[in-house]
């Protein structure tokens, strides 16, 4: 889901709100980005090789200014309710 300006805005308040002031727990700095693309994790059940889209924590993350690091929160927690998760695509010849 691509973040708004306004759904950024709405994230930023919020972080404050709930955090107070950010500082990166790997290098100190105190300015983050918020990337304007929450996502959503995908799971992989390892014997069967097959990919799990619908049990992952859809995610805002909010990146340092600095170094990098990404503090990730939960979108759903932040009042982001996302759509139904897409269907699981059924490898071929796994039937
Ligand atoms: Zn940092």
Redesign the pocket.
Same mark, same amino acid.
């Given at each position: 889901m691509q973040l708004s300006q306004p759904d950024r805005e709405r994230i930023a308040e919020w972080i404050q709100t709930k955090c107070g002031q950010l500082r $990166?727990?790997? +290098? *100190?700095?105190g300015i983050f980005e918020i990337v304007p693309l929450a996502t959503l994790p995908i799971g992989v059940d390892l014997h069967s090789m097959r990919f799990f889209y619908a049990h992952g924590v859809p995610q805002v993350s909010v990146g $340092?200014?600095? +170094? *990098?690091?990404l503090l990730i929160f939960s979108s759903e927690i932040m009042g982001f309710k996302p759509d139904a998760p897409p269907p699981v695509p059924i490898p071929e010849g796994a039937k």
């Open positions: $990166c727990t790997c +290098c *100190g700095y $340092c200014r600095n +170094c *990098g690091h």
